[in-house]
């Protein structure tokens, strides 16, 4: 027989080829032992010269790259790149371990003497550094760049190589060749710029790096990136990092290879240490491995780590021992096998105890490491062998050499669980898996080549064997996999589960691999998800199975005959069935009997329309869904209640006066600066009183306008909104003395006195831009400079109108026909506020709506029209008995809720419903608090003018506003003119 084994003789250490024989014939050794452990012997040495005759002579002629001191990388500086404005970080030197200060000291001289390090006086960036203790002794200085540079800058990325890529490069190699690089990463010189950041900070000084420093998290990447480049091109050759291996298919092959890495180091600079280098080797260790002709196996070193490993204490210290074993879980097949005891206490949950199970699985897990088999090199040239095999909880895989003796030679195992969802496939649906998990797990190796995969499940030959079609029936799982294995190029055999030996056992025991979640098939648990304790899978398929029509739908489904329903006809091919329950796509189609349920629940939050659909369309469907969300929407009443308020009626203009001084508009400004003011309109003239009031009461309305009125008269009407100096029964006396009307605007409604509401609010923009001074003084400039300047309704200054003429201005204006130029600016104002508003008259009586609360309480209340209070504005009674006087913004119509009724017109028999009808009012209104306009003097809405005294004609025809309530008169129509002409009879042409 013929086995492995690992030898050491001195500080020599191999993994070597041992032959058993039958006979009592001496044990011999062989060259191979000879050189791999360096026994001397003369005659032998002799013999073997003409092997290694040219080495001494390839050192000769690359002397240079073993002299001491350190290289340049030629023709490439490397930088380091942080962003502008990042915080500069300084830190003080750590105190030392008085071993290794000696050393560090040590270090620091020769890294000055090299110009690796330069002494800095000052410096924002400094980083402590962190000695660490080499095999050989010496001491390697790091800069702790981790709380300084690491978090802030740029890491450039470059990937490393993969082993596996590295021991495809080496495959055919009969001898191996190390080389290893001096100080690697100080090999490359830093750009001036990047040079501050690397600044260190020790107990003599600070100093600053002038190579690329160990420590620096972009270092490995551009490194890396730097060696990839040099050595591009090149066979039998890895690079990684600052190891480089060199082989070749004879010994004239691999010192030519040597010759050629050996002539580009030193062409670019770079230096070698001799005493670490290795040349013309049987065996070499390298990334932890031992490699040689006969392929891959675990180091000794690392070996002998695992076996004096102490036994673990804790699930942390058993994490970090299995992670060392996994390091090596491509040499050992089966180790699952024996660490899954070990893996039950890293269980969410388990308590840690540990008997006598896990104590013998962990002796025998070292057992197995040191046993573990060599793989061989994967050779392109050779013929390959995937082996595949499944269990009912994992998938194994084996990547394996067909020799020319017909021996399969392993070059990688894998294996995983099974995810839970997985381990509920049928058999055949597991084979396949384990197919896809190797095909996929060693793609590599696989793609653009010939090979063979294994199994023991024959019914998969007729399923995705390659040179058979993909069944009509195969599940859209079993298609999906044809699809993806038709791009390789294999044949697939069957052979007894029996002969399949690794693959069988990695299946059964697998790797404890987590692999990517599997998603269940097209959820219908995304009702439950969405709706947990309401609605379930089952309740939907019970539902299901009792409509009418999803029924049918089910059974033509199942047996995959057409459907008949119009409203499903056209979803033929994008309907499935999941566990007594109908899908579309992924969206659970509710039978009739869940709808509303559903409904309610998808508005449970009461979102608006278009979100409610979004929700509805991620989970669940039926014909005319989206109408009957629409309906349920509008119809809610919660929603109804509590909606803001939105102006939906068209705007009734004011009807602009015959003559100045006729209709007034009052409100109060402030306060503002510490003052208070009445403002008073002239609805014709636009002139402005702004009379400084102590307080909005009504004694002090009535004492302000005593003075305005001294001045320019009585007018006819005082438009103000509801204060309660304008409600109180003073200021209605006083009116009603002087013969004037009082005319109230809705409650809560601003708009309606519009007129005074802007001029407050301009009248606030002009102080707060007026010069310091006295308030009263600041009024009246404001007031002087807007009587004399042309209003944008009137086009005329509203002095002119008013008195007839300007007051000592400057300017000469045209005088353009004042009622024209009003009615078409008034008319654009109508337009440009009635968009968005859709027109119709105004709710009967009697009719059900929501009128706005503006006490405690929802913001909508529900009642019924009692009747129009103007031409925008009604009377509502509210259940109280109370009668509200509300503006038409603050009344919406009151709706029902229910199903549409779209089955018709879906494809579904329609389902009769409730209709609702008008509910009306009976009796007067009482009168309430909230009316506050039944009143002799001051009838509700305004009141046309009689025939009032026209003032002079502007020019034109005269503009008409419409107040609420007031309809505009038009002109009479002219009679028909008839010329009284005497008209001469027409002389006509008469032949003969």
């Known amino acids: 027989g013929r086995a492995q084994v690992s030898v050491r003789l001195g500080d020599r250490e191999a993994i070597l080829p041992l032959y058993l024989t039958k006979g009592t014939s001496p044990t011999l050794l062989g060259r191979n032992w000879i050189h791999s452990l360096g026994v001397r012997l003369p005659e032998y040495q002799e013999a073997a010269l003409h092997v290694v005759k040219d080495v001494p002579s390839l050192l000769t002629d690359f002397q240079s790259l073993f002299q001491p001191g350190v290289g340049t990388f030629a023709g490439t500086t490397v930088g380091i790149h942080v962003p502008e404005g990042a915080r500069p970080r300084f830190f003080k030197p750590r105190p030392l371990p008085f071993a290794l200060k000696d050393g560090v000291t040590q270090e ?203 036994k673990p204490k804790s699930k942390k210290e058993l994490q970090s021992y299995l992670g060392l074993i996994n390091f090596y879980r491509r040499f050992l097949p089966n180790l699952s096998t024996h660490l899954e005891p070990l893996h039950r206490l890293l269980r969410d949950g388990q308590q840690w105890a540990w008997k006598k199970e896990q104590d013998l699985a962990f002796q025998h897990s070292k057992e197995l490491v040191v046993k573990a088999p060599v793989l061989v090199h994967y050779d392109p040239a050779k013929p390959v062998v995937l082996t595949v095999d499944a269990s009912p909880y994992g998938v194994g895989a084996v990547l394996s050499h067909r020799g020319q003796d017909g021996q399969e030679r392993p070059v990688a195992f894998a294996s995983r669980r099974l995810h839970a969802a997985e381990q509920r496939y049928s058999q055949l649906d597991r084979e396949g898996l384990a197919l896809m998990f190797g095909v996929g797990r060693f793609h590599q190796y696989l793609w653009g080549r010939q090979f063979e995969a294994v199994t023991d499940h024959k019914p998969l030959l007729g399923l995705l064997g390659a040179d058979k079609a993909v069944p009509v029936q195969a599940s859209p799982r079993v298609v999906r996999w044809a699809l993806t294995l038709a791009a390789y190029r294999y044949k697939l055999v069957y052979r007894p589960g029996k002969d399949l030996g690794p693959a069988d056992a990695l299946s059964r025991l697998p790797l404890p691999e987590v692999p990517a979640a599997v998603p269940e098939p097209a959820d219908v648990f995304l009702l439950e998800r969405a709706y947990p304790g309401v609605l379930t899978r089952t309740a939907v398929a019970q539902a299901t199975s009792r409509d009418p029509v999803l029924s049918q739908v089910v059974k033509a489904v199942s047996r995959g005959e057409e459907l008949r329903h119009q409203a499903y006809s056209h979803k033929t091919t994008e309907l499935s069935l999941e566990q007594g329950c109908l899908l579309w796509g992924s969206r659970v189609v509710i039978p009739q009997s869940l709808r509303a349920k559903v409904l309610e629940l998808l508005h449970a939050g009461h979102p608006g329309v278009e979100k409610t659909k979004m929700v509805a369309r991620s989970h669940v469907w039926w014909p005319g869904l989206d109408q009957d969300i629409v309906h349920q929407v509008q119809g809610c009443q919660v929603c109804q209640e509590n909606q803001r308020a939105s102006r939906h009626v068209e705007i009734t203009p004011w009807p602009f006066p015959q003559r100045p001084w006729s209709r007034l508009h009052v409100d109060f400004a402030g306060p503002f600066k510490g003052h208070y003011f009445l403002v008073v309109v002239d609805a014709f003239s636009k002139w402005v009183e702004a009379l400084p009031v102590t307080t909005p009461s009504a004694s002090a309305t009535i004492a302000a306008l005593r003075q305005v009125f001294a001045a320019q008269g009585l007018p006819d009407i005082i438009v103000s909104d509801n204060g309660p100096a304008f409600a109180s029964a003073e200021y209605l006396e006083w009116l009603q003395k002087n013969g004037i009307r009082r005319m109230l605007v809705p409650p809560y409604h601003p708009a309606s006195n519009g007129a005074a509401e802007r001029v407050v609010q301009t009248i606030k923009d002009k102080l707060k831009k007026s010069q310091p001074g006295d308030f009263r003084t600041q009024v009246a400039r404001v007031l002087f400079q807007y009587r004399t300047t042309p209003h944008d309704v009137t086009g005329r200054a509203p002095c002119e109108l008013l008195l007839g003429r300007m007051v000592k201005t400057p300017l000469d204006v045209l005088h353009p026909d004042l009622r024209s130029t009003a009615l078409l600016k008034q008319l654009k104002q109508k337009l440009a506020a009635d968009r968005g508003c859709r027109p119709g008259p105004l709710p009967e009586p009697g009719a059900s709506v929501y009128a706005r609360n503006f006490r405690p309480g929802p913001p909508w209340s529900a009642g019924h029209v009692v009747s129009p209070a103007s031409a925008s504005s009604l009377l509502v009674r509210m259940p109280d008995g109370t009668t509200w006087h509300r503006h038409a913004d603050h009344v919406r119509p009151r709706l029902g809720t229910g199903l549409v009724p779209s089955a018709v017109t879906s494809g579904e028999q329609p389902a009769g419903g409730p209709t609702t009808a008008p509910v009306s009012a009976s009796g007067a209104p009482p009168t309430s608090e909230a009316t506050r306009v039944a009143s002799p003097v001051a009838p509700v809405g305004p009141v046309p003018l009689t025939n009032p005294v026209p003032a002079a004609p502007l020019g034109g025809a005269r503009p008409v506003q419409a107040a609420p309530g007031v309809a505009t008169p038009g002109p009479s129509t002219p009679a028909t003119r008839r010329s009284t002409r005497q008209r001469r009879p027409p002389d006509r042409y008469s032949p003969g």
């Open 108 to 310: 620091l001289q020769r890294l000055q003497r090299e110009g690796i390090l330069v002494p800095v006086k000052t410096s924002e960036w400094a980083a402590p550094i962190v000695p660490v203790l080499k095999r050989d002794g010496r001491v390697r200085i790091c800069g702790d760049f981790k709380v300084t540079i690491n978090p802030v800058a740029t890491v450039e990325k470059y990937p490393l190589p993969r082993i596996e890529d590295l021991w495809s490069a080496l495959s055919g190699g009969q001898k191996f060749s190390k080389l290893d690089l001096r100080d690697a990463y100080q090999q490359l010189v830093l750009q001036d710029a990047a040079r501050k950041y690397v600044t260190i900070s020790t107990t003599m000084g600070v100093f600053q790096c002038t190579r690329l420093p160990f420590g620096v998290a972009s270092a490995p990447a551009i490194f890396q990136r730097e060696m990839d480049n040099l050595f591009r091109g090149m066979r039998h050759v890895a690079v990684y990092l600052d190891d480089i291996l060199v082989t070749g298919i004879d010994d004239g092959d691999h010192l030519q290879n040597l010759r050629k890495v050996l002539t580009r180091l030193q062409d670019a600079g770079l230096k070698l240490r001799l005493d670490k280098c290795v040349f013309l080797t049987p065996s070499v260790e390298y990334l932890g491995h031992i490699i040689s002709q006969a392929g891959l196996a675990p180091a000794p070193r690392k070996i002998e780590a695992v076996l004096k490993a102490p």
